[in-house]
């Protein structure tokens, strides 16, 4: 507890949802605030440029689909790093294993011998098992030679990176392509269906939606969810009930691996329909879905709205580029404002301000002078 001039600083263990709201909005605003000074050092006002992002996203029917277009990798691989986060395993690898992803889906749609009546639903299986594998890499390093899942997932991003250039570059290198760096282009039977004149994969889509909604009840309804509940509290607390938080950690990455990998087919099997540079496969949707989970407070469902929120702003980059004249990747700017403000305002969640005075100081009381015996002004 703390005194600062008239409040009083004290430690709010539970936050109420209202407060966490609060705090989370607050933050998205002064990232946004932060991000005007962008604007004015490219010379436009910070009041028209979001004026302008505004209308050119929300506002027009042209740019709505490509918003959910981007929600779509974003929410897959959100909903999988919130339920890592929930057990505390710090998961910042979903780009690599989303790379995996398009890895297995490619390797099903041009080089198994799969029949095309199964190939969709093989390239999904083999996205899913792709990043499953890419995300237990880190928990088996973290428990057998205690390397940090932050380093270990970070340092696998660039490896998956590097294997998807070396892939288009050499081995898979597509011979219809004419010099270009892209696999050969996926047979009609491994192109995953989309919305008419639009880009959105809706099969991608509703695996997303059933995902988070899935994520939601294992949660709050079976004992896998429990034992994920009590690791993310208290680590501790799960080994003396006799829980085994490999266990749970495995499980956990194994899940957020195997939907980051989903995201990657949705890539290649929906969007580019080839396998290409990983820089054209992912605009970043691994490392923007920490933002997704994190400014969901690790609620899968909350993360489909949090998802279609760095829809808008993957979305915007276009605009940007159009109306403004400004280089679309000023979104990723935007993004690491929105996480960097996030994590700083992560303390005011666990304090409580109160308005409470300090009372006012007592005067002295001055007692009566006594009396001394034998003092008196008698004359005796």
Known sequence: MRRVGPFLVEPRPDPPGWWVLTVSAGAVVAAFLLAGVIFAAYGVSPVRAYAVIVQGTLF????????????????????????????????????????????????????????????????????????????????LLRWRFAVNEVISTLMLNYIALYIVAWLVHGPWKGPEMRGFAFTNAFPPGATIPVLAGTRIHWPTLALGLLLAVGAALLLARTRLGFEIRVQGHSPEAARYAGMRPAR?????????????????????????????????????????????????????????????????????????????????????????????????????????????????????????????????????
């Not at 195997?258 to 990657?264: D, E, L, P, T």
């Not at 929105?338 to 005067?363: D, K, N, T």
Request: hydrophobic letters at 55%; proline letters at 7%; glycine letters at 12%.
């Open 60 to 139: 027009n029917a042209r740019a709505l689909p490509e918003i959910v277009r981007n929600t779509i990798p974003l929410l897959l691989a959100g909903v999988g790093l919130a339920l890592a986060f929930r057990a505390q395993f710090w998961n910042i690898g979903a780009e690599g294993q989303l790379l995996c992803g398009a890895i297995g889906a490619t390797w099903v749609a041009l080089f198994s011998p799969v029949p095309a009546a199964w190939k969709l639903p093989a390239m999904f299986l083999a996205g899913f098992l792709a990043g499953a594998t890419w995300g237990a890499l880190p928990v």
């Open 248 to 380: 749970v950690t495995l499980l956990v990455m194994l899940l957020a691996g195997g939907a980051a990998g989903w995201a990657g087919v949705g890539e290649v099997g929906g969007i580019h329909h080839r396998l290409l540079d990983p820089n054209q496969i992912s605009l970043g949707f691994g490392y923007a879905a920490i933002i997704v989970a994190w400014l969901a407070r690790n609620n899968p469902l909350a993360v489909i709205a949090t998802a279609l929120f760095l829809g808008i702003i993957f979305a915007s980059g276009d605009v940007m580029r159009v109306a403004l004249q400004m280089p679309a990747r000023v979104t990723d700017v935007f993004n690491g404002l929105i996480l960097f403000c996030l994590i700083g305002s992560e303390r005011l969640l666990r304090l409580r301000v109160r308005w409470a005075p300090a009372p006012a100081a007592r005067a002295p009381v001055m007692e009566p002078e006594r009396e001394v015996p034998g003092l008196g002004g008698g004359d005796g």
